[in-house]
């Protein structure tokens, strides 16, 4: 029988899921529109000699804000990988255990990047810095991934207490997935989902490797 206190927390976890996922949902969407933006300024300086000035700094400033904001969405789905080395080595409430050690594990990582990138965004507003060409302040945008971590560690502190109260009862939460045991995430369409993101994000990342090389390399020339 659910407690008043077990409704409200598996309610409050579904929600996350709902609200998460719609944020993420607009970070893939500008980081889909800084794609066709790189893609439009390499098409403009190959036709034309016309490149967009200073889109590689709006666009770095811009791809780690909406890398960040998918960071609770994947917190929320708990789609983290996890190898189970001993899984099939210990009951399953040792095992419960350990899940809930690792959404703590989890849980204090979010927190500590969180409080680190705050703390820098701090002091990039204490001195005003900004990009090299377009002069755009740095601090809002690393005041937002430190937000979203932020939130991320909100939802992870969701799921360690989730875990916890499996643990309680001596089940492991069934939750996430193993590579060990080749089992399917619960959810295929959010996994889904994930895959997709991760790949634009490793695409976007290549791309934004290859436009900072173009751009050192045009400094150099510049300057001899």
């Known amino acids: 029988m659910q407690t008043g206190a077990t409704t409200f927390l598996d309610a409050l976890d579904k929600r996350s899921v709902i609200v998460t996922q719609r944020v993420a949902f607009i970070g893939v969407l500008a980081m889909l529109f800084i794609a066709f933006t790189t893609i439009s300024d390499v098409v403009m300086r190959w036709l034309f000699n016309a490149p967009i000035d200073g889109l590689s700094e709006i666009e770095g400033m811009a791809l780690a804000v909406a890398v960040a904001g ?17 899984g099939n080595r210990v009951g399953p409430k040792v095992l419960a ?70 643990a309680l009862a001596g089940i492991p939460d069934p939750s996430g997935w193993s590579i060990e045991n080749g089992e399917k995430p619960v959810e295929e369409k959010p996994v889904g989902e994930v895959n997709g ?8 990342a290549l791309l934004a490797l290859a436009r900072s090389e173009e751009h050192t390399s045009e400094l150099q020339s510049q300057s001899t």
């Open 70 to 86: 998918c960071f609770p969405a994947g917190a929320a789905l708990r789609v983290n990988l996890t190898i189970d080395l001993i």
């Open 197 to 204: 993101l991760a790949l634009t994000v490793t695409v976007l």
């Open 97 to 166: 255990w350990l899940k809930a050690l690792g959404a703590l594990a989890l849980l204090v990582f979010y927190v500590f990047v969180a409080w680190r990138i705050g703390e820098f965004a701090a002091k990039l507003g204490a001195r005003g810095a900004e990009t090299l060409y377009v002069r755009l302040p740095i601090a809002p945008f690393m005041w937002s991934v430190a937000t979203f971590l932020g939130i991320s560690a909100l939802v992870q502190l969701i799921n360690f207490i989730v875990s916890v109260r499996f």
